[in-house]
């Protein structure tokens, strides 16, 4: 079994769509959960604008929390196992952690500053951890250790 799939042509292409896949989830799921959680905001009469200018480390929390739980309900429906899936949650959270740290510290106080920041910060280090593991995620080598 070859298990060295980024040696084969077209696994870059591979990885790019898979790639997209995810991020098409993300934000499919992005948009379901942010509505299901507007809707939660608003029976405790809050809201997702109440929270941008009141509690913007909720907001980002919340908004990357609508991201990462349909990713990592993609990823492991695909068969990925729990660690890969936990590497792409961390590559969710851990931008929104860093986008929270600099608007703590004062060191960036627009919140659209910060929320362009932390989404290229994800969509990077999405992209950073594919690349770091182009066996998982240019072939289906995934699919044999969710069947093992």
């Known amino acids: 079994m070859d298990t060295i799939q980024h040696n084969k042509p077209g696994a870059m292409r591979t990885v790019i769509r898979h790639y997209a896949q995810m991020v098409f989830v993300m934000f499919l799921g992005m948009a379901a959960l942010g509505l299901a959680a ?11 604008a109440e929270l941008r200018d009141d509690a913007p480390a909720a907001m980002l929390l919340l908004m990357a929390a609508t991201m990462t739980v349909p990713m990592a309900v993609g990823m492991r429906r695909m068969g990925h196992s729990w660690r890969v899936t936990n590497e792409m949650n961390a590559s969710m ?18 919140i659209d500053t910060l929320l362009l920041g932390e989404h290229v910060a994800m969509l990077l280090a999405m992209f950073g951890v594919m690349v770091a593991r182009p066996e998982e995620y240019s072939g289906h080598a995934h699919h044999a250790v969710a069947m093992a």
């Open 93 to 110: 959270i851990l931008p929104t952690l860093a986008a929270i740290a600099l608007g703590a510290a004062g060191l960036v106080d627009d």
């Open 38 to 48: 507007g809707w939660a905001l608003g029976a405790i009469d809050s809201s997702w």
